[in-house]
């Protein structure tokens, strides 16, 4: 099949390009490299350099790649950043996302997979956490990426554009090629691998007076392999609406750094820090809507595994892909 990913130079977005190329697919990479990196798209892709806040560029890019389907992965995703400075997420990832749809029509390409996120649904009512759930975000990158969900929704019923929406859990670990590398970087188990690899001296613990087990806060860790495969199960006909990713396991913050102490053989020294403004004390997907519709089933779903292969990364890759500005 002839696929387009919009965003395919970022991290979940190079993943999934490695990966449809694996299986066979004629893949474009679409991407304006404002934070994703040249050396993170597979040489098997086209490489079409865009951005979706200039129509005319994702317009020539679905005409030159001739995409039957449009995974799209292109935006900002830093929660923090999107309460500090929220205007340009609504440009970015909502008017970014129309002029995607909008060209998408025009060209008759009748298949769309969003990334969405579990920050959907704000502190969910019930736990482990279905498609079912009201959606009421708490940021704006999250009721960002709402809007873009109601939009597709409403192309799907009047234009026939078939539209998923895969709600993310925390996706993270690599493949030997591909891995995270933000910047700045946010997250977990990157932060917690800057430790042993000498970048920062220990991780902070923000918060341990959370209602869990050991006071901190719980998530649903997801291999980005097993996110890739879903988006690739997805393109399949007939196919849409919205699944939760996640392994449906929660690991509490200080169980990820303990992980990592195995994996790295490196003490890495923990600080406590305040609590970050925005957490939810615990995320955790109920994902059988995925397995059933999507026939998905993670094959990485124990949390050594994901730390031991994006430590496999960072070792090789200590630098990221070597053009962070900083
Ligand atoms: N976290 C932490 N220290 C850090 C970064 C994150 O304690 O330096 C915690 C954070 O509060 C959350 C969990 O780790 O409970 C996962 O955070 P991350 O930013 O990786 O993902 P999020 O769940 O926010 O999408």
Redesign the pocket.
Known sequence: MKVLVAGGAGYIGSVTTEMLCDAGHEVSVFDNLERGHRAAIDPRAQFIQGDLRRPETIEAALKESGAEAVIHFAAYIE?GESMRDPLPFFENNVSGSLNLMKAMVAAGCKKLIFSSTC?TYGTPEKMPMDETLPQKPESVYGESKLLCEKIFQWAEQIHGVECVFLRY??A?GATEKYGEDHSPE????P??LQVPLGQREK?????DDYDTPDG????DYIHIRDLAQAHILALKPGISGAFNLGNGDGYS?KE?IDVAREVTGHPIPADL?P??A???TR?ISDSAKAREILGWKPEYADLRSIVESAWNWHQSHPAGYGDRSE
Do not use: M, P, S, Y
């Open positions: 929660v920050a859990f925390n993270c946010t997250h977990l188990i932060l917690i991780i902070f613990i923000f918060g901190t806060c719980i998530r913050v990820v820090e609590r970050r925005g957490d939810c995320l």
